[in-house]
């Protein structure tokens, strides 16, 4: 009898055991998938915050380099009142400014001419009821570095809107050091608009 009480209280040990983990595994398992659940949505939304971060930092970067763009556009050079229509003072500064460039880089002006109608002018020819348009022809003696300075700052440094053309460079024959330089360089200005 003692053997039968043992194995009876083996059997229900085990019974019960089974009933436990049976038990244990019905609240487990959900909580288990629960689990899995859960974790595959973080990780999920974990890649999908980092791809926004990318995202956000790309179109963060783009933005910086549109905005370096834009600071680096050159402007039109406002007119100032100037009651003629043909007036070299219709351009301010900026006639001052390039003159004085060539002069302290070197240049010796030989001579300057201007034609505040260039009939080769796409804006003049288009636009002159909103800008007015100049071209200057110089005539210029330098050396080689001094030319390429000369056009380094206008092209990098000089703040307004402006174009160089026709370009003839020769060897001077009293001393091939120098050249002599013929430029088209276009100054642009934009009206004032006229109060009604």
């Given at each position: 009898m003692n053997k039968k009480n043992s194995q009876l209280v083996s059997i229900i040990i085990i019974g019960s055991v089974l009933i436990f983990v049976i038990i244990l595994y019905l609240f487990a398992a959900p909580?288990?998938?629960?689990?899995?659940?859960?974790?595959?949505?973080i990780l999920n939304e974990t890649n999908e915050v980092v791809k926004l971060e990318e995202q956000?930092?790309?179109?963060?970067?783009?933005?910086?380099?549109?905005?370096?763009?834009?600071?680096?556009?050159?402007?039109?050079?406002?007119?100032?009142?100037?009651?003629?229509?043909?007036?070299?003072?219709?351009?301010?500064?900026?006639?001052?400014?390039?003159?004085?460039?060539?002069?302290?880089n070197g240049l010796l002006i030989r001579s300057i001419e201007y034609d505040m109608?260039?009939?080769?002018?796409?804006?003049?020819?288009?636009?002159?009821?909103?800008?007015?348009?100049?071209?200057?022809?110089?005539?210029?003696?330098?050396?080689?570095?001094?030319?390429?300075?000369?056009?380094?700052?206008l092209t990098n440094s000089f703040p307004y809107l402006i174009s160089i053309s026709n370009l003839d460079v020769t060897a001077f024959s009293g001393n091939e050091?120098?050249?002599?330089?013929?430029?088209?360089?276009?100054?642009y200005s934009k009206k004032q608009v006229k109060e009604e």
């Open positions: 909580a288990i998938t629960n689990y899995q659940n859960v974790k595959t949505k956000y930092n790309e179109e963060k970067e783009k933005q910086k380099q549109e905005d370096i763009q834009i600071q680096s556009l050159k402007q039109i050079y406002l007119t100032e009142n100037v009651n003629t229509d043909e007036n070299l003072g219709k351009f301010g500064t900026m006639f001052d400014d390039i003159i004085k460039r060539a002069q302290y109608k260039p009939a080769n002018s796409t804006i003049y020819n288009n636009f002159s009821d909103t800008y007015n348009v100049c071209e200057l022809k110089f005539f210029f003696v330098a050396t080689y570095s001094q030319l390429k300075t000369f056009l380094n700052e050091d120098y050249l002599l330089i013929k430029m088209s360089i276009t100054l």
